[in-house]
C-alpha cells in the first residue's frame, strides 16, 4: 500500500523539481509527486484546505520533502504547522535544501524534521542523493500505520 501513496515535494526551484523527477524515474521510484510551489499551497494541500478542501485522507502523502526557502510561507513554519495538526504530525518529512546555516539545522529537528540534506550543487550528486532518499523512504523505512489521526 505504502508504494502508491504519493510524495509531496515542497519546492519553488523548477530545476529541483525536475531533478527530483529524474531521479525518481531513474530509481524506479513509481510513487505519484505532488509539488506545491510555496508554503501557503502546502498548508492548504496538507491540510485540505483552500483549493484542496475536501481532499481525502486517502490522498495524504507518505513522505514530504521540505525545501526551507519558499516564497509566501517558510518551510521551518509549514514544518510547525504539519507537526501542530493532527492529520500530517508523524507524515517524515526530509528538509531538501540548500541552506547552510546551522540554525537551520537545529530548527528544523527541534520542530519534528525526521531527516535533514543539503542539496547537492552537482547534478550527480543532486541525482544520487534523491535516488537514496527515496530508496530509504519508499522501502527500507517502515512506516506509520495508516490512518494517521
Known amino acids: 500500500m505504502t508504494s502508491k501513496r504519493a510524495i509531496l515535494l515542497i519546492e519553488d526551484n523548477p530545476d529541483d523539481e525536475e ?6 524515474k531513474a530509481s524506479n521510484i513509481s510513487n505519484r509527486l505532488i509539488v506545491a510551489r510555496d ?10 484546505a483552500g483549493a484542496f478542501a475536501g ?6 502523502p507518505c513522505l514530504v520533502l521540505l525545501d526551507l526557502k519558499l516564497p509566501k510561507i517558510g518551510g521551518l513554519e509549514v514544518l510547525q504547522k504539519m507537526r501542530a495538526n493532527p492529520r500530517t504530525r ?9 541552506s547552510t546555516e546551522e540554525q537551520d539545522v537545529i530548527r ?16 550527480t ?11 530509504y523512504w519508499m ?9 494517521h489521526a
Not at 528544523?108 to 547534478?123: C, E, Q
Not at 550528486?125 to 530508496?135: K, P, S
Open 108 to 123: 528544523s529537528y527541534g520542530l519534528g524534521a525526521n531527516s535533514y540534506i543539503r542539496k547537492p550543487v552537482d547534478f
Open 139 to 147: 522501502v527500507l523505512n517502515e512506516p506509520f500505520p495508516y490512518p
Open 19 to 24: 531533478l527530483t523527477r529524474r531521479a525518481f
Open 39 to 48: 508554503g501557503a499551497e502546502a498548508i492548504d494541500f496538507l491540510s485540505a
Open 55 to 60: 481532499r481525502g485522507a486517502e490522498d495524504d
Open 125 to 135: 550528486q543532486f541525482m544520487e542523493a534523491v535516488r537514496i532518499l527515496g530508496l
Open 90 to 98: 508523524t507524515t517524515p518529512v526530509v528538509v531538501l535544501t540548500s
